[in-house]
C-alpha cells in the first residue's frame, strides 16, 4: 500500500467526512457514559500544509485551498461546520501555526482528541510502518489512546466489544485496491456479529456512481440497523476522476440525520467547484 494521505489533508473530502465526524463524536457525549473511538485507517494524525508530501507531488498544488481554506475565514456558517473549524484552529494552534494562518491540519485522530471527554477512549489503527510511528509520536503523551500499526481492517476483532458497552467506529480506508468495498463489508458484517449496538461510520469516493451503487444495495443485504448515508458531490466534470465522497452511519445517535441533512446544501455551496455541485441525504435502512 502506497497511499499517503498529506496530499490530500483538508481537501473538501476531508471537510465533508470530519465535519461529520464531530457531530457524530458530540451526538454520543449526550450521554455520560464513556465510549471507544476506533479509527481503522488513522493516518499520521497531523498533516503540515506548507510542506509537499513528496517530490514527486511538490509541482502539484495542494487541495487543502478548495477544502478547509474556503472556511477558515468564513463567516455565518453552519453550526456544526463551524464547531469542526473551530476544532481545526485549536489544532492548528497547538502544532504551532499561527492563529491568523492554517498551517497544519488535523486528522480524525487528533479531532476526536480534541473532542473527548475524560471517560471516552481511543483506539488507533495504521497499517503504514512510518505512518503509524509518526501516529505513536504524536500521542505518546496521550492518556487512553492506543496507537496499533496494523490492518485495520483486523480492528473490529481486537477491540469490539468494548468494556465502556459504547462505540463509535470509524472506517475511512485509502481505496487503493479493487475489493476495499468487498473488506468494508466483511468488516461491517463481523462489526456487527460482535457488537451490534456500535456506531460504525464508513467514508468512500464517489468515482463510478455503479461502484457506489453496489456497495450502498451489498450493505443493505446484509440487513443492518438502521443506517443513513449521505453524498456530496463538487463538480459535475466529466474530467474529474472522484467528483464526490459518500459516508454511511449505522446506528447514527439520535436526531443526527434530522441536524446534518439541513447543512449540506450549504456545505455544497461553499465547497463547489462547478454548478455540478450537490449533496444529498436519506436512509439506507429507515429507523423503526
Not at 464513556?34 to 493516518?43: E, V
Not at 473549524?85 to 482528541?113: I, T
Not at 462505540?167 to 468487498?182: C, G, S
Not at 440497523?225 to 474530467?239: G, M
Request: hydrophobic share 45%; aromatic share 10%; net charge positive.
Amino acid at each position: 500500500m502506497n497511499y499517503r494521505h498529506a496530499f490530500h489533508a483538508g481537501n473538501y473530502a476531508d471537510v465533508f467526512k470530519h465535519v461529520w465526524l464531530v457531530q457524530l463524536l458530540r451526538a454520543l457525549q449526550r450521554k455520560e457514559t464513556g465510549f471507544l473511538y476506533l479509527d481503522t485507517h488513522a493516518g499520521r494524525g497531523a498533516y503540515d500544509l506548507g510542506v509537499a508530501p513528496s517530490a514527486t507531488r511538490a509541482t502539484r498544488a495542494p487541495e487543502w485551498p478548495e477544502g478547509i481554506g474556503r472556511l477558515w475565514n468564513s463567516t455565518g456558517l453552519p453550526p456544526a461546520v463551524a464547531d469542526y473549524v473551530a476544532l481545526v484552529r485549536q489544532f492548528n494552534e497547538r502544532a504551532g501555526g499561527a492563529p491568523d494562518r492554517l498551517g497544519w491540519y488535523p486528522g480524525s485522530p487528533w479531532l476526536a482528541a480534541l473532542a473527548r471527554r475524560p471517560q471516552d477512549r481511543l483506539a488507533l489503527w495504521e497499517r503504514q510502518p512510518d505512518e503509524a510511528a509518526a501516529l505513536r509520536a504524536g500521542f505518546a503523551r496521550q492518556r487512553r489512546v492506543a496507537v496499533e500499526a496494523g490492518d485495520g481492517y483486523g480492528a473490529v476483532r481486537a477491540a469490539l466489544p468494548p468494556v465502556e458497552r459504547r462505540a463509535l467506529v470509524l472506517i475511512d480506508p485509502p481505496f487503493e485496491d479493487q475489493d476495499e468495498f468487498d473488506a468494508i463489508l466483511a468488516t461491517l458484517r463481523e462489526g456487527l456479529r460482535r457488537f451490534r449496538d456500535g456506531v460504525y461510520a464508513v467514508w468512500y469516493p464517489v468515482t463510478e456512481r455503479a461502484r457506489a451503487d453496489a456497495f450502498l444495495a451489498k450493505l443493505k443485504a446484509l440487513r443492518p440497523p438502521p443506517t443513513l448515508w449521505a453524498e456530496l458531490a463538487v463538480t459535475a466534470d466529466p474530467q474529474v476522476r472522484m467528483k464526490g465522497c459518500g459516508l454511511v452511519v449505522l446506528n447514527p445517535p439520535w436526531r443526527l440525520f434530522d441536524d446534518l441533512a439541513p447543512l449540506l446544501p450549504a456545505l455544497a455551496k461553499r465547497l463547489s467547484l462547478d454548478r455540478g455541485a450537490a449533496a444529498r441525504c436519506g436512509w439506507l435502512v429507515p429507523e423503526s
